[in-house]
């Protein structure tokens, strides 16, 4: 059975940063398209990062480019979202998950199979 589990949420302050992690079990990393995704209170749950099974590809949401970086170590089945110079904006649940059967890089998160049960990021302003 494959789990993600993430972890590295907390409370920063604004222009601080904070690196996720995404431990996925239950099968081999590299056969999974990973993507973060993150939910806002009374928000719908909204596409961040996805990078390809290789992990030569990514792709981020217009808010993020330039602030985050995604990615992974498929030897160690870990995944990883670094971000930096937060805003009180990127508040919110963090979600990491998997698509066992990618097509280019999914944005959507209908496309996804399997999700974590999610780390709170909280941004101070």
């Known amino acids: 059975q494959v789990q993600l589990v993430e972890s590295g949420g907390g409370l920063v302050q604004a222009g601080d940063s904070l690196s996720l992690s995404c431990a996925v079990t239950?099968?081999?990393?590299?056969?999974?398209?990973m993507g973060w995704f993150r939910q806002a209170p009374g928000m719908e749950r909204e596409f961040v990062a996805v990078?390809?099974?290789?992990?030569?590809?990514?792709d981020y949401a217009a808010s993020v480019k330039g602030r985050f970086t995604v990615s992974r170590n498929n030897d160690k089945n870990m995944v990883f979202l670094q971000m930096n110079t937060l805003d009180p904006e990127d508040t919110a649940v963090y979600y990491c998950?998997?698509?066992?059967?990618?097509?280019?890089?999914?944005?959507?998160?209908?496309?996804?199979?399997?999700w974590g049960q999610g780390t709170q990021v909280t941004v101070a302003s």
């Open positions: 998950a998997a698509d066992r059967w990618p097509v280019g890089l999914p944005t959507t998160k209908d496309e996804y199979d399997y």
């Open positions: 990078i390809n099974r290789s992990g030569t590809s990514t």
């Open positions: 239950g099968r081999s990393l590299g056969v999974f398209g």
